[in-house]
């Protein structure tokens, strides 16, 4: 009785400790250690390539907001001569597309804007050759004028900045 209580005693004691440390170990801590590194070294390897080109998306999706968020003012307030160009007019005349007269080029724009700003209006508004009417659309007449005006000064014009129609 008392020998085996002894024996059991020492087994108590002595061994579980060790083998639930090995256990622990064993089964717990070692496929933390494994699961770890692996989880490191594909999030490490993910990253290491494709960085900027995230960097780049995610820069991207930030501008893009702020874009739309622009634009959505802008559908209430007459959006700058600027922004009407570079919504609408510059597909064409950023680069002389269809024959049109090049933004910044004062030798293509300067007999155009010679006939004056009244008739290069009605022109932009109603149409002229390849350019289609540029009025009743997404822009209102106003910043029709606007864009023209932002881009005939650009281009040697002196017109002076339309006024916003009365409300
Ligand atoms: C689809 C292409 C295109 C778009 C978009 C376009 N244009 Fe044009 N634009 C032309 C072409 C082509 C001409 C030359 C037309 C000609 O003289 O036959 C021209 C000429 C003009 C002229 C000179 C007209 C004249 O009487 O000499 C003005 C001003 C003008 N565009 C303003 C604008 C404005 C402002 C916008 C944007 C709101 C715009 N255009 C958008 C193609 C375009």
């Given at each position: 009785m008392s020998h085996s209580d002894h024996s059991t005693d020492s087994h108590a004691t002595s061994r579980p400790p060790l083998e639930?440390?090995?256990?622990?170990?064993?089964?717990?801590?070692?496929?933390?250690?494994?699961?770890?590194?692996?989880?490191?070294?594909?999030?490490?390897?993910?990253?290491?390539?494709?960085?900027?080109?995230?960097?780049?998306?995610?820069?991207?999706?930030?501008?893009?907001?702020?874009?739309?968020?622009?634009?959505?003012?802008?559908?209430?307030?007459?959006?700058?001569?600027?922004?009407?160009?570079?919504?609408?007019?510059?597909?064409?005349?950023?680069t002389g597309a269809a024959g049109s007269p090049k933004f910044g080029d004062a030798a293509a724009w300067g007999p155009r804007l010679a006939s004056g700003f009244d008739?290069?209006?009605?022109?932009?508004?109603?149409?002229?050759?390849?350019?289609?009417?540029?009025g009743g659309g997404a822009a209102s007449d106003f910043e029709v004028a606007r864009a023209l005006v932002y881009m005939a000064n650009a281009a040697g014009g002196k017109f002076p900045e339309p006024k916003a129609p009365a409300k």
């Open positions: 639930l440390l090995r256990s622990v170990l064993g089964s717990f801590i070692l496929p933390l250690v494994v699961v770890g590194v692996l989880v490191s070294i594909f999030l490490g390897g993910g990253n290491s390539v494709p960085t900027a080109s995230m960097a780049e998306d995610a820069v991207a999706a930030r501008i893009q907001k702020v874009g739309t968020i622009a634009f959505a003012e802008a559908n209430k307030e007459p959006r700058t001569g600027e922004q009407v160009f570079q919504a609408q007019c510059g597909a064409c005349h950023a008739a290069l209006l009605n022109s932009a508004l109603k149409g002229k050759g390849n350019m289609g009417p540029q």
